[in-house]
């Protein structure tokens, strides 16, 4: 499974994705790969960059969208990715050769997790998750 990394690989599956299955705080995006664009036969600007976005396009490609609104402290967003980014894994046979984002859309309780690394939070998100990519429509 290939990650997203650039700001431009981001918008371009945010732009045109759709949502594919939710849970109270998660959202996964998917969207299918560009087009190639063959030699001399540019449809519009850019168009050659939006191709080149997604150079292996045989597996899946996943990004993770955890905002600072819903998670404030950097310690509880690098958690959550790692999270997404391990729940993945299991799930990865399953996911079409497409790009995905999950996206926090809500943040934790933080009166329940008082812990940004607590192991019920841990348990949590673990299990929001599991239900989020086993809910994605193929």
């Known amino acids: 499974m290939q990650r997203l990394k650039t700001r431009a690989q ?26 190639p664009v063959e030699q001399g036969s540019s449809t519009g600007p850019g168009s050659e960059r939006s191709a080149a ?26 958690a959550i990715k790692r999270q997404i980014y391990t729940v993945s894994l299991d799930f990865e046979a399953r996911l079409p050769a497409a790009v995905h984002v999950v996206r926090l859309r809500a943040g934790f309780d933080r009166t329940r997790f008082l812990s940004a690394t607590s192991p019920e939070l841990k348990q949590a998100v673990r299990a929001e998750l599991e239900r989020l990519f086993a809910g994605a429509r193929a």
């Open 53 to 78: 976005l997604f150079a292996v396009q045989a597996e899946p490609w996943l990004g993770a969208i955890v905002p600072k609104r819903w998670a404030r402290r950097a310690v509880t967003r690098n």
């Open 10 to 35: 981001f918008e371009a599956v945010m732009a045109g994705g759709a949502t594919v299955s939710r849970t109270e705080h998660f959202a996964l995006h998917r969207a299918g790969f560009p087009p």
